[in-house]
């Protein structure tokens, strides 16, 4: 089982979720890792227990670069959760990986959840929120849960060509 | 119109087969005082007094709810009903169309004759639907880390992406979708049972303080405390009940999109359901959207509303943004939307008050400030100005679009008799 208090949630992945226990033990040796389904190839996420699309229920546990770019996000001003309330305004961003996109078909991607931290893990400031939207370029970081359990994240890519204007909701 | 690949029978054997005899509810509070139970007695009494029913003539019942509210089985002992079927399932939000799809297949099925269908919640002072209190509290486990771990919880927390996404692919604006909380706040006002009845505009939306991008606090639904009940039987018996007949044309029930574990994984996100359930919605009822004078699409927030109303083909898909900030879903208006206010004014009941409120247009005798008559039904004035009227007129069809989230949503076409 995997356990541990982050920002004051409790957390807990039980030892009968095969499926996510690995990806976050993964996450927590700094390797991103996605279930490739043996019949299909196909990479999916989050873990499933069969291949969405070929219902396949062998795979095997693949590295995935941690790079991509922001398709859509939500930038919270009124925290529900107590653990998120000193943290407002936050970013959950949803990024298409570059790994896979618009694969198997047209509108389909990897498009993975985390949160815009900085790139030493600490939520990011205003000022970084104001510079990304849709199209930013981002990169995975983890952040650590308890021992042998961690989250992956996003941060800007500081090396990555990035758009002149991401898209953002146009009230500041 | 693209005709769809399930197999519809539904024309063939139940389109108008199936009615809506009575409907109920409690009065839309904040701070009811009472348990869930008690509530759901008190609407589903409504609904009985409604139809001209007794507890005997009811021996099916259905509910829905979120760990939030009473089953079945204490309901129906209480009000002394001995039940041929029931099932108390989970669910919020797009279960509305669902059950009553539900309803008729088990009468259908010879199971029992006639069902009543609750949803009790004290979405205020107890479980708060906004996903304050217990729930945000709840500890986190399994699946919910993908979200939860990442202040990902409330509707309008989950639905954002999909929102701003249309925003970005279409042009859609705050100020578009802000008309649909003027156009619900206008025909709240003049509905009694309102729990908000004030009038708002569209500065008043764009001013206040924003909650999650792209939603401020107007564009969020109210929190209440309220029952809710429909009661669905075969056309036929309902001939001869007490009120105008409403039959069910057509019904949809928790449609989805691909990879719904996790519905973004599949774009485009800025589609709903409706893309792929209006291709059973409009060939089993044997009409298109322009054919329909009134709708209820669900109003979470006031992007919902619009999204819905696009995908159903109501407009273009992308020309959403237009058609809600056109006059055509107010009263007096082409095709109203949301007659009672909806969850934006009226109160919030996980999609039943939309259902309830299209039942009372089809009989032509909404409640609203307009004079009874000696023979007991209203005269509407078809005045719409605030404190008037809020009957459409001549409705005779009606669209239901209940939404759970993007990529879940249901729905019914209704017909007066």
Redesign the interface.
């Known amino acids: 089982m995997l356990q541990g208090e982050?920002l004051g949630?409790?957390?807990?992945?039980?030892d009968v979720?095969k499926e996510?226990l690995a990806f976050?033990q993964y996450c927590a040796q700094g390797d991103f890792r996605l279930q490739k389904g043996k019949k299909s190839g196909l990479l999916?996420?989050?873990p499933?227990t069969a291949c969405?699309w070929t219902r396949d229920r062998e795979y095997d546990w693949v590295s995935v670069e941690g790079k991509g770019t922001v398709?859509?996000?939500?930038?919270?001003?009124?925290?529900?959760?107590?653990?998120?309330r000193e943290?407002v305004p936050?970013m959950?961003l949803?990024v298409d990986l570059d790994t896979q996109k618009g694969q198997p078909s047209e509108?389909?991607?990897?498009?993975v959840?985390?949160?815009l931290l900085t790139a030493d893990g600490k939520f990011a400031p205003p000022e970084m929120i104001k510079t990304v939207g849709?199209g930013t370029r981002v990169r995975m970081i983890f952040k650590q849960v308890s021992e042998g359990f961690a989250?992956p994240h996003w941060t800007i890519d500081e090396t990555a060509a990035q758009p002149a204007t991401p898209?953002r909701?146009?009230?500041e | 119109m693209t005709q769809s690949d399930v197999d519809a029978t539904t024309p063939k054997y139940l389109r108008n087969k199936y009615a809506i005899v009575g409907v109920g509810e409690t009065t839309y509070r904040r701070g009811s005082q009472e348990s869930t139970r008690n509530l759901a007695t008190w609407a589903i009494n409504n609904a009985l007094d409604d139809a001209g029913l007794e507890a005997a003539d009811i021996d099916g019942m259905l509910s829905y709810s979120g760990n939030d509210s009473t089953m079945s089985p204490f309901v129906a002992g209480d009000l002394g009903i001995r039940l041929n079927f029931y099932m108390d399932v989970h669910g919020g939000g797009s279960s509305t169309e669902a059950l009553i799809g539900i309803a008729m297949g088990v009468i259908e099925a010879g199971m029992c004759k006639t069902v009543a269908i609750f949803r009790s919640m004290n979405g205020y002072t107890q479980v708060r639907i906004g996903g304050t209190g217990a729930r945000s509290a709840a500890p986190i486990t399994g699946d919910q880390v993908h979200m939860r771990a990442y202040g990902w919880q409330s509707a309008g927390q989950m639905f954002a992406p999909t929102f701003l996404r249309h925003m970005y692919d279409y042009g859609t604006t705050s100020e578009q979708v802000a008309h649909v909380k003027m156009a619900h706040s206008k025909h709240a006002s003049n509905n009694p049972k309102a729990f908000y009845k004030t009038r708002y505009t569209i500065e008043d939306v764009l001013n206040s303080r924003i909650i999650c991008k792209p939603l401020h606090l107007l564009d969020c639904c109210v929190e209440t405390d309220n029952a809710t009940c429909i009661i669905v039987t075969r056309a036929e018996r309902a001939k001869d009940m007490k009120q105008p007949l409403v039959q069910i044309r057509s019904v949809v029930g928790r449609c989805c999109k691909p990879r719904i574990d996790m519905h973004y994984q599949h774009g485009p996100i800025s589609t709903v359901a409706g893309y792929y359930a209006k291709d059973i919605l409009w060939p089993n009822a044997g009409v298109g959207p322009e054919e329909i004078d009134l709708t209820g699409s669900y109003d979470a927030f006031t992007f919902t509303t619009m999204l819905q109303l696009e995908e159903y083909g109501f407009c273009k898909k992308g020309e959403g943004g237009q058609y809600v900030s056109s006059g055509i879903i107010e009263l007096g208006g082409a095709r109203p939307n949301n007659t009672s206010g909806g969850h934006l004014c009226e109160g919030y009941t996980h999609g039943m008050n939309m259902v309830i409120e299209n039942v009372r247009q089809l009989r032509g005798n909404v409640d609203d400030s307009c004079p009874v008559g000696a023979d007991g039904k209203r005269q509407h004035t078809y005045n719409y100005s605030e404190g008037g009227c809020r009957q459409v007129k001549d409705a005779e069809l009606s669209a239901n679009l209940g939404w759970a989230m993007p990529g879940t949503g249901s729905a019914m076409v209704m017909q007066r008799g």
């Open positions: 982050y949630m409790r957390l807990t992945i039980e979720d996510n976050f999916r996420y989050p499933t969405p398709h859509s996000y939500a930038e919270v001003h009124h925290a529900i959760q107590p653990a998120f943290h936050y959950i949803l509108h389909e991607a990897l498009r959840v985390g949160n849709i989250l898209w909701y146009p009230q």
